[in-house]
């Protein structure tokens, strides 16, 4: 029965989606506002159901209950109980319902913070009604998570993908969820806006309060998401160009250049349209994500086996969703056309470049991730775009990016760029040392620009902070953007010293066989069989000595989950002195040899020290209280 | 004739399209080298396929066809398609999920035996996953014949 409650719940939550949308279009029209209130009260309940309903699935796969077909597909009773509830968004219909859930938390953030007779709040409000509604429609009629599995019901559940079973997925989906499907408040808000033709203060600040905790949410599980598969996909690579990664990386792109433009619109009330353009972007994006990971259209290596019929459901969603707010945007956007004009130096010039590259980087990614897809829906075959594409078009502009981020903290709005000639000459000296040892010491032409570059940016926030009067006066988000740069600096290192200087051993061994990299040599010391509750295996057990002396024992595993007979390589990592040494077991081969990957990684967890880094920037943005929307209670 | 400020802003706009002409032509040109196409087993037994590019390649990997070679990594294997069967080799570690009568897409260069010569061979995270241009390649085969 507690399945067809969840199922029942989802209808209701359906019901009264439109039942929202509709009163809160009657209440803008005839200025009713009983009305507004029963929209109020009809979404709070709609927001809540929904998470019921999630609790449903949750406590169906808790209790494993097999009758239900995603939980026959997903879980086992073997499984810990904290994999049992995670594997509710294993699946494609739980995933598809946290989506929901997560949306649900937001709306009823914004229903909460925001005045249920604000006017121009009302047509969001509408707008989140339909959403709410076809994202409801989407989850019931082609991926109903509640469908029974009768009449016969199985003795023992399919388990989850061993692959899913990591701390990893407890974390990763909610993250990221919450990053994506956040974008969706800026953009009914900007509908709003875009309505009204008037673009007040409050709605301003409160814009870019979901703006900044979305973005580093999402910053969060990208982050994760890459520490994830460099764990545990046993490749030793943290980024692959991946359809499924890059679905997440062009809401991010979107959401960057977002939070640079909201605050212009605040700070000097201008690049409203622009603004404007770029929330509809940002959620449009969000659900072209979700398109491209559930659908399945694009051959990718994270993605599972998904349905297209799903995928022209979403996309059907996107245009609709979409295509109307841009045709609002063509027709109203006129309305927000200011005579504006700032020295193409002050810092306004310095945030539209940073705008103009983010958007392009996000055209670019957008280029090689959907041209595929474009190529087979005109019939011109198949085709896949490598990731030397990507590397290509996106290292040069994230130099850039990097070159102009540090002018950016000293510049000042509407005045042009102030040249110090002693810190020029300064920094010019600097370089020139660096470049000479640089030569000296044969460094890559990449990693001496990034290095340089790094020095670049730390320099002129160090010089910016240091003649800053009144520091403990300064706002969090000042702090915060300070703390984001540098963690654009701390991944950018990262990524230039550890692709240039990592060392990878893919090889064949016996036990008593030694790889030597650098200053370390692994020996295979011995190989042993090991059982887990779900999965059975060999350990490997690697003697690293570092300079002649003991290091450490790694314990590589790979691993034979039993109910999926799916195989698995459990990667042993070690952190000696910021090299990153990473062993995988991957393969047997004939006389008791292994095929084993054996990596040496200088520097690489900076990447994720700098997202997280980045994360914390905006979440320091996102705590100012100078941006605390206060409320306006304004009858309708 | 164009005042200065008409004139400003038409330097501009020229910088603007021929910037942006400039970075499409790169973007495009970058994306043009590094495009991979797919092809079938029976596509690349016809010799429709180019010799000497990087191609990719999806099949079922043949029973019994794969073959360790020496102590290091190389391992050749063959991909059907349910009407021919290609020879593939690698030098490096498979993934997790490859396994005989699996399928898996393979990307590479044909050397002049057409056999292909893979840099990476991609199956998915997926034991009931079937790559998406194999199931359909050989869907239409089967309608075909």
Known sequence: MIPEAGH?????????????????????????????????????????????????????????????????????????????????????????????????????????????????????????????????????????????????????????????????????????????????????????????????????????????????FLTLGITLGSFWAYYELGWGGWWFWDPVENASLLPWLAGAALLHSINVSNNRKIFYGWTLLLCILAFALSLLGTFLVRSGVLTSVHSFANDPERGMFILLLLALYTLPALLLFAVRAGRFAQKSSFPSTSREGFLLLNNILFIVMMATVLLGTVYPLLIEGLGLGFISVGAPYFNTVIVPIVLILAFALGFAPLSTWLKPYKKNTKIMVSLLLVAVMLIGLALLINMPFLVTLTVLLSLWIVSHSLIEIANKKNKAKAPLSYWGMHIAHVGVVVTMLGVAVSSHYKVERDVSMGVGDTVTIHDYRFTLASLQPIKGPNYAGEQALFDVQYKDKALALMKPEKRLYSPRDMALSQTAIKDHRGRDLYIALSEPLDNGRWAVRIHYKPMVRWIWYGGVLIALGALLAWFDKKYLARRRYEKV | MMNAKQKKRCYITVGIILASAAVVALVLLALNENIHLYYTPTEIAQEQAPVNRPIRMGGIVVPGSVQRQGEGLLVAFDLTDGLNEITVSYDGILPDLFREGQGIVATGQLDNNYKLVASQVLAKHDESYMPKEVEQSMRAQYNDS
């Open chain 1, 8 to 216: 029942f719940i989802l209808l209701l939550a359906a019901m009264l989606a439109l039942l929202s949308a509709g009163a809160a279009s009657y209440a803008y029209n005839k200025h009713s506002n009983v009305a507004a209130l029963l929209a109020q009260r009809s979404a709070l309940a709609m927001s809540g159901f929904v998470i019921v309903s999630l609790g449903i699935l949750l406590y169906s796969f808790y209790k494993v209950d097999l009758t239900v077909t995603t939980v026959y597909q997903h879980a086992h009773a073997t499984l810990p109980w904290y994999y049992r509830l995670t594997a509710a968004w294993g699946s494609h219909e739980g995933s598809m319902l946290l989506w929901l859930s997560i949306l649900s938390l937001w709306s009823l953030v914004f229903l909460i913070n925001t005045d249920y007779s604000n006017r121009l709040l009302l047509i969001s409000r509408v707008a989140l009604g339909i959403i709410f509604f076809g994202l409801l429609a989407f989850v019931i009629f082609t991926s109903n998570p509640f469908t029974r599995h009768l009449p016969v019901t199985p003795l023992q559940g399919l388990d989850l993908n061993p692959l899913l079973q990591d701390p990893g997925m407890i974390l990763h989906p909610p993250l990221l969820y919450i990053g994506y499907v956040g974008f969706a408040l800026p953009f009914v808000m900007a509908i709003a806006v875009l309505w009204q033709g008037e673009f007040p203060e409050d709605i301003k600040r409160l814009m870019r309060k979901y703006i900044l905790f979305a973005w580093a």
